[in-house]
């Protein structure tokens, strides 16, 4: 929901103009941005990790977002103030425009794809030489996992789609959205016959037994993979339950 700031007490509703003023400012200005994040490092801890950076003295750090999501913004900071490199391999398509914007600025920059370059030198003031367009290194080994799979019965006019699924808790009718990709691909509406392989998000496999939500997104794509058969192949990560939660089997992760 959008803030109904003049519902508000007069002393909220005069903190959240300031900083509706102050966002709207700093949009204009880099040199405001600037400053405001130089402002905001004055708090940050400095003690965190530095024992661990003192112990293996790394060259080069390598984080997967700009400062903005947990508390890397922390282990950014204190790299940079040893002098470490730092490079940021970035999560996901929407981490750079959905995120804010990070407080430090690390050294380098590995992007999915162009956009997400431009996305980087418009919305967060980054130089292009920092930047390296090199695709989403999160897919390769799950891809690579299943495309040797004997199911597959690849030949050279077949495409391969990898469709990753999300948690069915934030992400609904997965199997809805996996349905027309499908159906357009049986209507030859892609330059190329498509193979999808869809690997099933963790919590699929955690609450499967217990969780109606999951089990009938579950059987959903079970009834695809009937109907459109080796149009599609649903990939089942195993889980081994540990003391603290579940870990993936190591042929599933590397």
Not at 90 to 96: F, G, K, T
Not at 201 to 217: A, G, Y
Request: glycine share 4%; charged share 30%.
């Amino acid at each position: 929901k959008f803030l109904n700031i003049k519902r508000m007490r007069l002393k909220k509703r005069s903190y959240y103009s300031f900083i509706l003023l102050i966002s709207k400012l700093m949009r204009k200005s880099s040199i405001l941005r600037s400053f405001v994040f130089k402002l905001e490092t004055l708090f940050y801890p400095l003690e965190m990790h530095r024992e661990i950076y003192k112990k293996y003295e790394p060259s080069l750090v390598v984080f997967q977002d700009l400062g903005t999501i947990e508390r890397t913004n922390y282990q950014i900071y204190e790299a940079k103030k040893l002098n470490i490199q730092t490079a940021v391999l970035v999560l996901s398509w929407d981490n750079l425009t959905a995120k804010g914007m990070g407080c430090i600025k690390p050294d380098y920059f590995s992007v999915w794809n162009e956009d997400l370059r431009d996305e980087l030198i418009q919305n967060h003031d980054i130089e292009e030489h920092r930047i390296s367009v090199d695709g989403n290194p999160i897919f390769d080994d799950h891809f690579n996992i299943d495309k040797t799979s004997k199911s597959l019965n690849e030949n050279d006019t077949e495409k391969i789609v990898f469709f990753a699924t999300g948690s069915p808790g934030w992400f609904k009718d997965i199997a809805k959205s996996l349905e027309v990709l499908l159906k357009a691909n049986e209507r030859g509406l892609f330059n190329n016959k498509i193979k999808f392989i869809v690997r099933l998000h963790p919590i699929f496999l955690m609450k499967s037994n217990n969780n109606e939500l999951v089990k009938s997104e579950i059987k959903a794509l079970n009834d695809l993979s009937e109907v459109y058969g080796d149009s599609i192949h649903l990939f089942y990560p195993s889980l081994v339950r540990m003391k603290y939660g579940f870990e993936f089997e190591k042929k599933d992760i590397i």
